[in-house]
């Protein structure tokens, strides 16, 4: 089945304490891609990638790391986690198409609820 | 990213027919209009996307206007399942999306 991961699901952890979110698809998409969504501020991307070793920045990358050694995983990094960091964290990853831009869905995972206190 | 605009709610009947509009005056001929979904809980999902014709899959009909100025989301049979927020993107040449507020359907059995 065609899917994205992520790991862990439900995680509470305490300020200053590295994590790493995980996630994972299985469909050789290219493109991948972090969101965290919080209520009345809707959903912003934090980094994304194009291809293994490509990334950049989102929107709202601000204490947040991220790394492509392989094409299906793009783990989500918080050296120091802040307590304006608990979110609901969502992972994204679709096809590149060979010329115009926006044409592929895009598959999300289920989400990370993160809480820091 | 060009921008859309959708009403915040719209409430519907079970098995009968929801159309959602979407507003996008400012669309470039390039771009996709797309619409996903969130269901409560879960991470969004894609419904359905189009160019300029209107399309057709087994989870719902988008209707692009003429001058693909809007385009409206059509579930035929709304189920309780349908409940979720809607959200309508334009997309053209980047992979990134831009979500906005979206609408909130709620189905009534």
């Known amino acids: 089945e065609a899917q994205v991961t992520q790991n862990p699901r439900y995680l509470i952890t305490v300020t200053g304490k590295k994590l790493t979110v995980t996630c994972s698809q299985n469909?050789?998409?290219?493109?991948m891609s972090w969101y965290r969504q919080d209520p009345g501020l809707g959903l912003r991307q934090i980094y994304y990638?194009?291809?293994?070793?490509?990334?950049d920045k989102g929107d709202v990358p601000e204490g947040y790391k991220v790394s492509r050694k392989e094409k299906r995983n793009f783990p989500l990094i918080l050296e120091s986690p802040s307590p304006n960091q608990t979110s609901l964290y969502f992972c994204?990853?679709?096809?590149?198409?060979?010329?115009?831009?926006?044409?592929?869905?895009?598959?999300f995972g289920p989400g990370t609820r993160l809480t820091v206190t | 990213d060009a921008k859309t605009t959708q009403p915040n709610s719209m409430e519907s009947n079970e098995e009968e027919p929801v159309h959602l509009p979407c507003n996008h005056s400012?669309?470039?001929?390039?771009?996709?209009i797309h619409w996903y979904r969130q269901l409560p809980s879960q991470g969004p999902e894609y419904v359905i996307h189009?160019?300029?014709s209107n399309v057709n899959n087994r989870m719902a009909s988008l209707a692009i206007a003429e001058d693909r100025k809007s385009s409206t989301l059509i579930l035929h049979r709304a189920t309780l399942r349908d409940a979720a927020v809607y959200y309508c993107?334009?997309?053209?040449?980047?992979?990134?999306?831009?979500f906005g507020k979206g609408t909130k359907l709620t189905v009534n059995p």
């Open positions: 994204a990853s679709s096809f590149i198409p060979p010329s115009t831009g926006g044409k592929y869905e895009q598959y």
């Open positions: 469909m050789n998409h290219e493109y």
């Open positions: 990638s194009m291809n293994v070793e490509v990334t």
């Open positions: 400012t669309i470039s001929g390039t771009d996709y």
């Open positions: 189009g160019l300029t």
């Open positions: 993107i334009l997309r053209g040449g980047s992979e990134k999306l831009v």
